[in-house]
T-cell receptor, first 114, second 109 residues
Framework: NAGVTQTPKFQVLKTGQSMTLQCAQD?????MYWYRQDPGMGLRLIYY???????DKGEVPNGYNVSRLNKREFSLRLESAAPSQTSVYFC?????????????FGDGTRLSIL | EDQVTQSPEALRLQEGESSSLNCSYT??????LFWYRQDPGKGPEFLFT???AGEEKEKERLKATLTKKESFLHITAPKPEDSATYLC??????????FGTGTRLQVFP
């Protein structure tokens, strides 16, 4: 059982380049999330999707866009990468978005913007 | 403002030396508290959910407890393989999880 799978695992970009981070889950969860993790700041929510067909902004959405492609897949796009977006990005999924059920995480994408 | 604070930031233990990690929170109407373990280069791995004050959960050498203002993760006779960063999280007023910055635990043989 793979759980939450993220690709790629590592990426280096130049300022201004664009890229899409991919995430897929096989747990039949309704909700999916994108976080970034920076030293000393904990996990911060970028965007989430409470259910297929819906997306909403989290705490730090600027500079990002998302697409909930289907129930399994939720992608995060950086249109014009900036050095401030250098971070580790985690995708997570959960049974619902009401907060009472745990979220399950992938192993992250380590992104460096030069 | 919803907030989660974990202490200490880092903890070094000798193998077999029991200790506790703290997670304090300020949210109105607690609807659950989650503990995660995160190994270097990996995503957070779910450990426990606690829903009400007085509740306890155990897994191997770990025991999580909950009061109305904080949670403790007790580690009994730790082993080097327990070394990791331990995160706690609570749902905030918007139902989204608020994470603490974690406690980095190192257990030496």
């Amino acid at each position: 059982n793979a759980g939450v799978t993220q690709t790629p695992k590592f990426q280096v970009l130049k300022t201004g380049q664009s890229m899409t981070l991919q995430c897929a889950q096989d747990m039949n969860h309704n909700s999916m999330y994108w976080y970034r993790q920076d030293p000393g700041m904990g996990l911060r929510l970028i965007y989430y999707s409470a259910s297929e067909g819906t997306t909403d902004k989290g705490e730090v959405p600027n500079g990002y866009n998302v697409s909930r492609l289907n129930k399994r897949e939720f992608s995060l796009r950086l249109e014009s990468a900036a050095p401030s977006q250098t971070s580790v990005y985690f995708c997570a999924s959960g049974q619902n978005s009401r907060g009472k059920q745990p979220q399950h995480f992938g192993d992250g994408t380590r992104l460096s913007i030069l | 403002e919803d907030q989660v604070t974990q202490s200490p930031e880092a903890l070094r233990l000798q193998e077999g030396e029991s200790s506790s990690l703290n997670c304090s929170y300020t949210v109105s109407g607690l609807r659950g508290l989650f503990w995660y373990r995160q190994d270097p280069g990996k995503g957070p791995e779910f450990l426990f959910t606690l829903y009400s004050a007085g509740e306890e959960k155990e897994k191997e050498r770990l025991k999580a407890t909950l009061t109305k203002k904080e949670s403790f993760l007790h580690i009994t006779a730790p082993k080097p393989e327990d070394s990791a960063t331990y995160l706690c999280a609570v749902p905030g007023n918007t139902d989204k999880l608020i994470f603490g910055t974690g406690t980095r635990l190192q257990v030496f043989p």
